[in-house]
């Protein structure tokens, strides 16, 4: 079907849909008896004075949810997307959020699992086991969950043990280019009058989407995007008293696959040099077909994630208020490889045995609550301590020093990298300035860059957060309530850099022939490299240019000089104040400010260009904690009117919001083609509108129609990412990775046939219009308008104790790219993290 007719039937559907949890009872069928926490208290979902949508089991279980990547159809305003790793998986809400390759980098949009924070995006996307209910909030929450929520809140909590037994088994079998299949099963019931548990396991198997040409290896898997992971869940719940109880819980996580491939989506001028090492090592210009799906990739990327925890919640309900306490310790171990130059030749790859990713996290949570007759209360205070470790070595491989000579060259084989670190050594010499140990370095045309790689940074974060918090509502008439809400957080973080010796020697000549800043633009440098263009017969740019790709940052020795340790401690209030009025029983209308905080940080690699400017490695020699790798904190002062409405006899919600968020700073990870670095913004901000509906009528009873709509215009005040002359290049412009217009609908029909038996029918779509998905918004990286259609059909058992259901998502096999970027050391060329094709399956459960 063609997208335009696509969209307009998808625009149909949804104006007659959302918000809903379909954790509302069938019998029942009424909108206003839907619970969430969204203020860490149960309230009813109209009565809370917050953008919140909450999806309960039966709904996320017809739309397949499985981890938070798959609530994206249903959540309008959310968007989920992965890149270099299942870690590097990051949200955004209403156009906010972070990109996660960097693990300094905390995300703008907090995940909390069972009331537990998860510190990083990537380490809350993995199977969530047996769901109540998702919440999304939308906004800044750093009042009730604390700093790192300028964009809002997933509020996920999982099924608590029961004191009735009970069962739930899962298989699926998955068909066409992703087959495979999964088992899940859990069990629950009493093991004393006062003690419940529930376990639950699960294991999914993928064979991999993406075909991968390795070009005789090292690499030898053919496939990419695979899925293999087993998980484990274990909970006791021990009601001491009737008052007084303690959930403990567990979980394990493991995988190990291949992910993430990144086909060509646009090809330069260096292709040719690319096949002219590996004939067919990337695309050339005018034959690129990312959806066809074949990678080229001489190096593995494979991954192995280990990911647990265990928490303890422990409510006591005393006579005039409540008490809970969390208290959790997780932790997080990735090894990932890489084909990092994205391409079968062999330039550059990190090793799964030296990219690595270690991550702790402790928390503790102690509130209380009450409510007198005017005031609902609440106070408290969280703590969090954080230790990271990341290990990180780029490796040059066979045709590295070759395809730096071909590209210094533009294309022509005049000399080899190695050939010109011997003339440039030859000639510093000459001018009274040996290099150390030059015998010559390099003997032969086209020997190895000294045969070797470097050894590795280690880089290491400790961090510590205190927060003391209240928020109030005070209840000024029986219709009227001001809520008050406070939060202080410090935070203090450590961060170490132990870089690796590069033990490049050709890059150590440039270094010492032009100085460990490498800056071409003095006048000593300019009168070398004349004289060193007309020794070697090759002009001065693409000397310069030489220089510049023998030395990139991970050859550069100039880092093992710098190791350093720095600090920070931030001391930061953040807040709000909300004004709600309840004008009769189904119309209640709100206006909130908060301001919200996210800390400052490290940004943890190497790189040579921090904003819009070179490092100075001269001055950071001679200092090296000024080497620039701290960046500012992110704050957000936001405002919101609300709407929430009910018509037709409580069947039908519908509900409308108003936001506008102005960011003083705001952190951007940023990847120019050679590093990562992140920039802190000076201004940038998002507003729009929203509308969610969910219908349950009356005349049907087994129909419920759900949708909603965002408009966000998330833009830039003013910023230069990637050191473009003009600072206006991006000012003014929409960020990356956020539409302006988001749609979700979603259709729901549950019937009858016979005595015993029922039927399902569910339909999911969601729409995004077009967006950049490349920080530097290079047009190359748009992504047009799309639409997404997943399906489930089904029947069952009308006791539940079985069902049988087809299913498919994306539907249609629409193409569209999640991800763009440039191709590493490839001007010109960019490549592109895409989603999933479509895909179908049968799962059969038996519960009980």
């Known amino acids: 079907m063609p997208s335009t007719k696509r969209t307009i039937l998808f625009a149909a559907a949804s104006v007659i849909a959302l918000t809903g949890a379909q954790a509302v009872a069938q019998e029942s069928r009424s909108v206003d008896i839907i619970t969430v926490t969204a203020q860490k208290r149960e309230q009813g979902i109209q009565d809370v004075p917050v953008a919140v949508t909450a999806y309960g089991e039966t709904q996320l279980t017809n739309a397949g949810v499985h981890d938070l990547k798959d609530l994206a159809i249903i959540s309008p305003g959310l968007n989920v997307t992965s890149t270099t790793s299942e870690f590097v998986t990051t949200a955004r809400i209403r156009g906010i959020g972070t990109v996660g390759d960097n693990p300094g980098l ?88 006062r003690i419940a548990a529930r376990v639950y396991g699960a294991t999914r198997q993928r064979d991999g989407y993406q075909t991968v040409e390795p070009f005789g290896g090292p690499r030898t898997q053919t496939e990419d995007g695979d899925q293999n992971f087993f998980t484990f869940r274990g909970q006791v719940l021990i009601d001491f008293t009737d008052h007084v109880n303690l959930l403990l819980s567990a979980d394990i996580t493991e995988r190990d696959e291949n992910c993430c491939g990144a086909p060509s989506i646009t090809s330069g001028a260096t292709a040719g040099i690319i096949n002219a090492l590996v004939p067919g090592g990337r695309p050339m210009p005018g034959s690129e077909d990312p959806f066809s799906r074949t990678l080229q990739a001489n190096r593995s990327n494979g991954q192995e994630i280990t990911d647990q925890g265990f928490s ?9 208020f409540d008490m809970t306490a969390i208290l959790s310790d997780r932790t997080y171990e990735l090894r990932s490889g890489q084909d990092t130059d994205f ?17 702790g996290n402790t928390t503790f949570e102690l509130r209380f609550s009450g409510a007198t007759e005017n005031v609902d209360w609440m106070f408290g205070s969280y703590y969090s301590s954080e230790d990271l470790v990341r290990r990180d070595a780029i490796q040059m491989g066979a045709h590295f020093d070759t395809y730096l000579s071909l590209l210094g060259s533009g294309g022509a084989s005049i000399s080899t990298v190695v050939d010109l670190a011997n003339g440039l050594a030859g000639l510093s010499a000459f001018l009274g300035n040996p290099v150390p140990g030059y015998v010559p370095l390099f003997p032969t045309q ?49 961060a170490t850099f132990d870089f690796g010796e590069s033990s490049v020697p050709a890059c150590d000549v440039w270094e010492h022939a032009f100085g460990d800043a490498l800056d071409f633009s003095t006048a000593g440098n300019q009168a070398l490299l004349s004289a060193f263009s007309g020794a070697s017969g090759v002009s001065v740019a693409d000397l310069a240019q030489f220089g510049t790709f023998t030395c990139l940052p991970f050859s550069r020795d100039v880092f093992a000089r710098i190791d350093n340790t720095q600090t920070l401690e931030e001391n930061e209030f953040s807040g709000l104040l909300s004004l709600s009025h309840r004008f009769n029983d189904d119309l209640l209308m709100y206006g ?41 904190p992110e704050t957000v002062d936001s405002f919101e009117i609300g709407i929430k409405t009910e018509w037709a006899n409580d069947s039908l919600l519908a509900n409308f919001y108003l936001f506008q968020s102005q960011f003083d700073t705001y952190q951007l990870n940023t990847f120019n083609g050679i590093a990562f670095f992140v920039t802190s913004i000076d201004g940038a901000s998002t507003q729009g509108a929203e509308m969610e509906l969910l219908w349950l009528p009356e005349s049907m009873p087994g129909l419920t129609m759900q949708g ?64 950049n998905t490349g920080s530097d918004l290079d047009p190359e990286k748009i992504q047009e308008a799309y639409t997404l259609f ?49 895909s179908w399956g049968i799962t059969l459960r038996a519960r009980r």
Not at 134 to 155: D, H, S, W, Y
Not at 602 to 610: E, K, P
Not at 730 to 757: C, D, H, I, Q
């Open 446 to 494: 086209g020997a190895p860059l000294g045969g070797g790689n470097p050894i590795g940074d280690t880089f290491g974060q400790d961090g510590e957060s205190l927060s003391f918090f209240t928020h109030n509502t005070w209840h000024l008439t029986d219709s009227t309530d001001i809520s008050f809400g406070l939060r202080h957080t410090t935070t203090q973080k450590t």
């Open 708 to 771: 909603g709509i965002t408009y966000a215009d998330a833009s830039y005040d003013e910023f230069a990412p990637t050191g473009t002359p003009d600072v206006d290049v991006l000012s003014g412009r929409n960020f990356s990775l956020a539409p302006e217009w988001y749609a979700s609908s979603s259709v729901t029909y549950n019937g009858t046939f016979g005595e015993n038996m029922t039927w399902l029918a569910h339909l999911d779509a969601r729409y995004m219009s077009e967006q």
């Open 312 to 320: 303890a919640q422990l409510n006591w309900e005393f006579d005039n």
């Open 106 to 193: 905390e995300s703008s949009v907090g995940i909390v699992i069972d009331g537990v924070p998860r510190a990083r995006n990537g380490v809350g996307f993995n199977d969530l086991g047996e769901l109540e209910r998702i919440e999304v909030l939308r906004g800044p929450q750093g009042t009730l969950f604390g700093a790192n929520t300028t964009a809002g809140i997933i509020n996920v909590v999982t099924k608590r043990p029961e004191f009735e037994f009970g069962y739930n088994t899962e298989l699926t079998y998955v068909g066409g280019d992703t087959s495979g299949w999964g088992a899940a099963a859990s069990i629950t019931g009493p093991i004393t009058d």
């Open 592 to 632: 909130t400010y908060s301001h919200g905080y996210k800390a400052g940080g490290f940004n943890l690699d190497r790189f040579t260009q921090a904003g819009d400017s070179a490092v100075n490695f001269t001055s950071v020699l001679a200092s090296p904690s000024s080497y620039p790798a701290r960046f500012d």
């Open 343 to 359: 391409t079968g030749a062999d330039i550059v790859f990190r090793d799964i045995s030296n990219n690595t990713f270690d991550f």
């Open 790 to 838: 997943n399906g489930r059909v089904g029947i069952g058992a009308a006791d539940e104790t079985w069902s049988l259901e087809l299913w498919g998502r994306n539907l249609t096999d629409e193409d569209y790219l999640q991800v763009g970027f440039d191709g590493p050391f490839q001007p010109g060329s960019f490549n592109g993290f895409l989603g999933t094709p479509r």
